[in-house]
């Protein structure tokens, strides 16, 4: 697996770069938005794997909360550390888009709205996570607002449909074409291959450090430390 890893890396090194090359390069300009449009084909496969990050941890909180496994516990959180980092990229790219389009870097539209609430609800879990200590209080009130803030997903989804605003709909614009939705579709998978190496290193770490913690524990009923 050590071996396997430098080179998984190398490999999304190069993936990544491949589909800035589709982006920016390969793939023809949008008629209706022109060059600013480009950025759409990072901003919405990042929001997708947001989504797949919050899912994730939705079920492996749920996990935990049934069995009380501690490896549950430690893919939920890899899974929230990862889809927050997507999440983070969808709301930098998102005001980069609107400032040339909408003429203002941010509006409180209700896509943009219920975006930044699951956004909140899931960097909060990570806050409890990270700094709230390890004990198994924490752990289940982690769990259960990861549990709750998952339905929170379904809001984004059918914020223009249901509300209106501002915000493009799904399937609108030039992505009907063949290029421009195929270009769209290798981004996502490109993203995806680098969200499941991110997964994995961050659980292996909280599983290491799970590992750590065990062994400490019983050294110190050893009396070793």
Request: charged share 15%; glycine share 10%.
């Amino acid at each position: 697996m050590k071996a396997v890893f430098p080179i998984a890396i190398a490999l999304g090194a190069v993936a990544v770069t491949a589909a800035h090359y589709l982006a920016f390069v390969h793939v023809p300009m949008e008629s209706s938005m022109g060059a600013v449009q480009r950025i759409f084909y990072f901003h919405v496969p990042s929001a997708w794997l947001f989504y797949i990050g919050c899912l994730l941890c939705g079920g492996a909180s749920l996990g935990y909360l049934i069995n009380r496994k501690a490896r549950w516990d430690a893919f939920a959180q890899a899974a929230a550390e990862t889809g927050l980092i997507f999440g983070l990229i969808v709301v930098v790219t998102g005001p980069l888009w609107a400032r040339p389009v909408w003429g203002v870097w941010w509006n409180w539209e209700p896509r943009l709205t219920t975006m930044s609430l699951v956004l909140l609800m899931f960097g909060a879990y990570w806050v409890v996570r990270a700094f709230g200590g390890s004990g198994p209080g924490v752990r289940r009130f982690a769990a259960v607002l990861a549990v709750f803030a998952v339905p929170a997903i379904y809001f984004v989804r059918v914020a223009v449909n249901k509300w209106g605003g501002v915000h493009p709909p799904a399937g609108t614009g030039d992505r009907s074409d063949a290029i421009i939705k195929a270009t769209m579709y290798n981004c996502f998978f490109i993203l995806l291959f680098v969200f499941a190496l991110l997964l994995i290193i961050r659980y292996r770490t909280h599983r290491d450090a799970l590992t750590v913690r065990a062994i400490r524990r019983r050294l110190a009923r050893l009396g070793g430390i």
